[in-house]
């Protein structure tokens, strides 16, 4: 709802506009300045009167819901106004020297005639309001889209692209210590990181058609998982044991992409940080569709507290995905001993 002093604003331009028509339809061509004036000072003040009238009825009306709500009653309530302002102020002018109504009983038929003109005038201004409001509701989703779509496409390029990325430089470090005086580690290390380029390459291919990661594309949702934790283990020498039960096309796509980032993160991070020698995946699909994901490993714990929110985005992902499908993301981490990581999907 715009603000009365906007209407008020208008209101002595449109008195004005009505009385100059009112006067060349009565005057015509006997017009003279003094008629002139006395049409455009009466048009002013009529004007003022009729928003001021009916800017401060306005306000009070507003705060009943039924007002708001129903475009008929608005258009109703300029019309009473306007007829009412303007009868009052004419009623008056027909008693001075200047006037030039002929009759009262003129004057207050002329008034009906400006009820409609304020009627009309109120619906113009509704109906631009409406349109206003409309756009700007566009407008703010469209934006709204954008932010969401460059979260989604951070998330993607971190959980898979850069996740290579870090794989590709881990194995290049260790290749400048080994290549010399372990050639065939070194041959079977190069081998890896073509594998990691290459993957990144499709994966980047991917993502920019589709945004979904190959294997899952390629392979079902359990052979896509299975796959990820074997990488896992001949990559990073990590023993993982994968436990996946129920029907997999119970679940959508979305979800399967959601939770094969998440559990490829999880592993990621078990890698990066935890310095564990195991870990384990389950992930059950019930009949209903429902899922119930844990990753486990037995390294060596963190606190979240002391993680520096905007230098890390694995775990706010993590969450910001489950969050997306209005499931439930736990994480449980006792230094010494491990972390875990829960996820509940509802179907
Ligand atoms: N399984 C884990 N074991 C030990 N520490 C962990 C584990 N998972 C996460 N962390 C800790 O939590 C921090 C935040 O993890 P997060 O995945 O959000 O960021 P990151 O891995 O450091 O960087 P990136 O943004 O590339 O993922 C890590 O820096 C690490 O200290
Ligand atoms: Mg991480």
Redesign the pocket.
Known sequence: MKNPIHYTKYGGLVGIGISLMFMLTVEGLSLTPATFLTYTIFGLVAGLFIAFFYTSTRMTLCRFAVYNKHLLLRIIHSYLVCTLAFSLVASIMTFTPWSFFPSLEFALNTSMGVGIIGAMVCFAFEYLAIKDERLLLEQENRELAVIEERNRLAREL?DSV??NL?GISLNLNTLELIFQDQPERAQALIKQVKEMVSEAQTEMRLMIYELQPAILQEKGFFEALETLCELFHTRYNIKIAPLFSGDETKVDTRTQLALYRVIQ??L???V?????TKAQVMLTIHDTGKVFAK?V?N????D?K??KKN????????RERISALNGDFR?N?VIGE??S?TVQIPK
């Open positions: 971190h850069s996740q870090f993160e999880a990621h991070n078990i990066k940080h935890a310095r564990a990753i490993d390294g060596r714990g963190f979240e002391q993680t230098e890390h985005f694995g775990l706010a992902g993590m994480l981490s491990g972390t990581i």
